[in-house]
């Protein structure tokens, strides 16, 4: 599985145990933690029961349909790991229904219906 990263830095912090240590406060454990947890994205494992593998729903203003968190270390701990699956073409997959959806119908429409 390839993983994309929202910029530099939060790949930096995904990566790398010094930046992760900075991100948790010099916390080990969490760097650790969230070093594994990418580790076992890259590998597609991630449907372990330990990690808490959930769909995030909206809230308020946050529009968050289609994008689902792992724990980086337990459900007690505030820090997760937001993911949003993508297509061979780094598009959502809802994106990618929709556009093939839109496609379908355009290609019925200028089929006579067929």
Not at 37 to 54: D, E, G, V, Y
Not at 106 to 111: A, Y
Request: hydrophobic share 35%.
């Amino acid at each position: 599985m390839e993983l994309v990263y929202k910029n530099d830095k939060v790949k930096k912090q995904c990566t790398s145990v010094k930046e992760a240590k900075k991100l948790f406060g010099g916390n080990t454990l969490l760097a650790t933690n969230l070093l594994s947890r990418i580790n076992a994205l890259k590998s597609a494992i991630i449907m372990m029961p330990t990690f808490h593998f959930h769909a995030l729903n909206d809230k308020g203003r946050k529009r968050l349909k289609g994008y689902f968190a792992i724990d980086v270390k337990t459900r007690r701990d505030a820090w997760r790991i937001i993911l949003r699956p993508l297509d061979e073409k780094k598009r959502t997959i809802w994106e990618s229904r929709n556009r093939s959806n839109s496609g379908d119908s355009r290609d019925s429409r200028n089929n006579g219906g067929k």
